[in-house]
């Protein structure tokens, strides 16, 4: 209630009421990283080296085989998840919240663009997100496999990358939107 004072006489004159409704929207965008069991894959030719010797061929040259390195965890920043909160599992306070989230971020090792999803919990800004991440994973194409000789002269790996869905755990902050 807004109101106005006479100066000259005490009296109070009621000039005009404003209600004021809070509104908040379900909908938020948050960001942070992402850990994934998703093994980024690379393959080489690599010498192959018996009692610390490198085996030779008829003419001289080194033979090699296709090796392959994994780095795990895969790390997914900037990850960034739009959410939905549900509303049966809102508190008054704000303190807490259930949502769904989904979103994509780049992937530092493969230097892809990946995909996750999953359930997110909130406390305050900071959610905390088991999900399935899907990225893309290295494969060896046309029969190539681990351990096989190519001989002294190989030729390029024939190498393809799939989306691969694999368990992740993502720590995001809520960006606080007007």
């Given at each position: 209630t807004?109101?106005?004072?006479?100066v000259l006489t005490p009296a109070s004159v009621e000039v005009a009421k404003v209600v004021i409704s809070w509104r908040s929207t379900p909908f938020s965008v948050s960001t942070g990283i992402l850990f994934s069991?998703?093994?980024?894959?690379t393959f080489a030719n690599t010498p192959v080296i018996v009692n610390g010797v490198p085996v030779l061929d008829s003419?001289?040259?080194?033979?090699?085989?296709v090796t392959e390195s994994d780095t795990v965890p895969s790390i997914v920043t900037p990850m960034i998840f739009f959410n939905y909160e549900l509303p049966f599992f809102y508190r008054n306070d704000g303190r807490f919240g259930?949502?769904?989230?989904?979103g994509m971020g780049a992937n530092l090792t493969a230097k892809t663009a990946d995909y996750a999803?999953?359930?997110s919990f909130?406390?305050?800004?900071i959610l905390?997100?088991?999900?399935?991440?899907?990225?893309?994973q290295n494969e060896l194409t046309n029969g190539v496999a681990v351990g096989q000789r190519l001989g002294s002269s190989p030729p390029a790996l024939p190498m393809a990358m799939h989306f691969t869905p694999k368990l992740a755990f993502a720590i995001t902050y809520r960006i606080p939107l007007p």
């Open positions: 807004i109101t106005a004072k006479d069991t998703l093994h980024n894959k003419g001289g040259k080194t033979i090699t085989q259930v949502l769904l989230s989904g999803g999953g359930v909130r406390y305050r800004d905390f997100t088991p999900a399935v991440h899907f990225g893309r």
